[in-house]
């Protein structure tokens, strides 16, 4: 079945260090693949997205993401960490032109100072 | 560009009471989304809209959950006789192309937390 995993529920990290969050997809072609940022109380606000072209695409806030297609993989990185970078993180794809967006369970991330 | 409006935020209500929220998309985006978040995991599709025709609703518990988007643009989620499990947070979503590689953009939900 076509999924989404995000292997870790909670990341901690301190502040000013990098940061990496693991995305992985199940599905035979390049999905359309996004990573959006929700904040406690709030909607779902997109990062970045990537669909076709270069393979490191850049973001808001300062995010990055890599698409590796032999490891079906999109991992969200950003050098150095800020406090209000503390969040829920979405990976989500589209399989196919005109599905639907599907999201995996979301990391966690919390800043220590 | 005006956002995703969605109201209430909160809503607390005793089960097997009905609820409704409502969703106004951004202005001319012809596909709408309703998500279900339960606490601890992603987004699930509930019931997707093109216009104001349903596209796929196959995760709609029909028994209980109902949706209408009337002249294609505003939309309501209705959720009566409402059960424990439905507590989550209600998200509502819209573009301009259906499955598109730009994404969504998503409303601020509304909290539903049922007694």
């Known amino acids: 079945a076509q999924s989404v995993t995000q292997p870790d529920i909670h990341i901690t990290v301190s502040e000013g260090a990098s940061l990496e969050l693991r995305c992985n997809y199940s599905?035979?072609?390049?999905?359309?693949l996004f990573w959006y940022v929700q904040s406690p109380g709030q909607g779902l606000q997109l990062l970045l997205k990537?669909?076709?072209?270069?393979?490191l695409v850049q973001g808001i806030k300062g995010f990055e993401a890599e698409f590796k297609r032999s490891q079906s993989s999109f991992n969200l990185r950003k050098p150095s960490v800020h406090w209000s970078d503390a969040a829920e993180y979405f990976c989500a794809v589209i399989m196919e032109y005109g599905n639907k967006l599907v999201f995996g369970a979301g990391t966690i991330l919390r800043v220590k100072s | 560009e005006a956002g995703v409006a969605q109201s209430p935020r909160y809503k607390i209500i005793e089960k097997r009471q009905s609820v409704a929220f409502w969703c106004n998309p951004i202005?001319?985006?012809?596909?709408l989304y309703w998500y279900q978040q339960i606490l601890g995991q992603g987004p699930k599709l509930l019931i997707q809209?093109?216009?104001?025709?349903?596209?796929?609703d196959s995760q709609l518990p029909k028994d209980r959950f109902s949706a209408e988007r009337l002249k294609g643009v505003d939309s309501t989620l209705k959720i009566q006789p409402a059960k424990l499990e439905d507590s989550a947070v209600y998200l509502c979503a819209s573009s301009s192309i259906r499955g598109n590689r730009y994404g969504y953009t998503f409303g601020s939900g509304t909290r539903l937390t049922v007694v």
């Open positions: 809209f093109q216009n104001n025709g349903v596209v796929d």
């Open positions: 599905y035979g072609a390049t999905p359309y």
């Open positions: 990537y669909f076709s072209g270069d393979t």
């Open positions: 202005s001319g985006h012809a596909t």
